[in-house]
């Protein structure tokens, strides 16, 4: 879904621009189309023209294909060209050109309440696509071949303000989870040693290093910094099973971040049964005179009002009020 999120973004300027030309046809249009049996012979040779990289011979023909079934050949086309092992710079510049180009055949489809037309083939996005996973691939090669020379300066290479500055990022934190410990060592001794990545935009990469290596110190340093969807993702791992004492830690030490503090406090709310440490600290946020009976009802909503109810009769003051106020939140 957020692929073709993507792809629809990623096209719709072109679309705007040219509906003049634009055809618009019916799912059962497209649908009687791609089930002709003539159309699949004809797209398998224009794949294989295109695995023997004559782009030349491969033009012509797609010229004399109707124009749908030359929409659909490209969109297939472009979709085989993700498989990098095979990658040309010929293959390169034919991606190129067609993700410039502006598909003719629209579909319009009834969604729940509203109408959408989108390509019926999006050849141009699924270019755009494979051109952005290439350029991630080469990216990735370059960081890696720098990391094993020693010549990797991490802030430099990613280059904060950049235009490319998204592409290099995903190259770094795709490329993480496939290193060895020692490169991923490295990696994470680059990090720590510089200064500039205090300026990093986002926790992309402190996030990643942290979940591969489940360094305690790497996770301090991302509580510490500005919340995002990178370090609230590295949170909410956490409490995926197994879940180990150490993760355990970490959760409760997220909620020295007040962003992150509710997210982490539901998770070990979450836990069943209670580890003895996690009450522990459920009992200290319990005795909070502004939070308190907030944290007392996400606990007894997770499941656990009976060890609310026993904690209730053995305390006094803050606690056994903020208790019986999140009970009564919760129970109506």
Do not use: C
Not at 151 to 172: G, M
Not at 271 to 278: A, C, F, K, M, T
């Amino acid at each position: 879904m957020k692929r073709s999120l993507i792809l629809l973004a990623v096209l719709l300027p072109t679309l705007l621009l040219g509906v003049s030309r634009a055809v618009t046809l019916s799912p059962n249009d497209v649908a009687t189309h791609m089930a002709d049996p003539s159309s699949v012979s004809k797209i398998l040779q224009a794949t294989k023209l295109f695995d023997d990289n004559d782009m030349d011979m491969l033009n012509t023909y797609l010229d004399s294909l109707p124009e749908l079934l030359k929409e659909e050949a490209l969109t297939v086309l472009a979709r085989s060209a993700l498989d990098f092992k095979h990658m040309t710079p010929e293959r390169e510049k034919f991606l190129v050109t067609i993700s410039r180009q502006q598909p003719k055949y629209l579909v319009k489809s009834q969604g729940d309440g509203f109408w959408v037309t989108m390509p019926a083939f999006n050849y141009a996005g699924e270019a755009k696509w494979v051109l952005n996973r290439w350029q991630i691939k080469l990216m990735q090669d370059e960081a890696m071949r720098l990391l094993n020379y020693n010549q990797l300066n991490l802030s430099k290479w990613l280059s904060f303000s950049s235009n490319d500055y998204a592409l290099r990022r995903e190259a770094i934190v795709t490329l993480v989870p496939m290193l060895n410990k020692t490169m991923l060592d490295k990696l994470v001794a680059l990090y720590l040693d510089d200064k500039n990545m205090v300026w990093s935009p986002d926790n992309g990469l402190l996030a990643a290093l942290a979940e591969n290596t489940d360094d305690v110190k790497l996770y301090d340093l991302l509580w510490l910094r500005r919340t995002d969807s990178y370090s609230l993702a590295a949170l909410q791992k956490l409490e995926i099973p197994p879940i180990t004492a150490k993760h355990i830690q970490l959760m409760i030490a997220a909620t020295a971040n007040p962003v992150l503090a509710e997210t982490a406090i539901r998770q070990l709310a979450g836990l069943n049964p209670l580890p003895q440490n996690v009450k522990d600290f459920l009992q200290k946020q319990i005795a909070d005179r502004q939070r308190g009976k907030d944290i007392a009802a996400i606990i007894a909503q997770k499941g656990h009002k009976e060890w609310l109810r026993e904690l209730e009769a053995q305390s006094s003051g803050v606690i056994r009020r903020n208790i019986r106020n999140g009970l009564e939140q919760v129970e109506g």
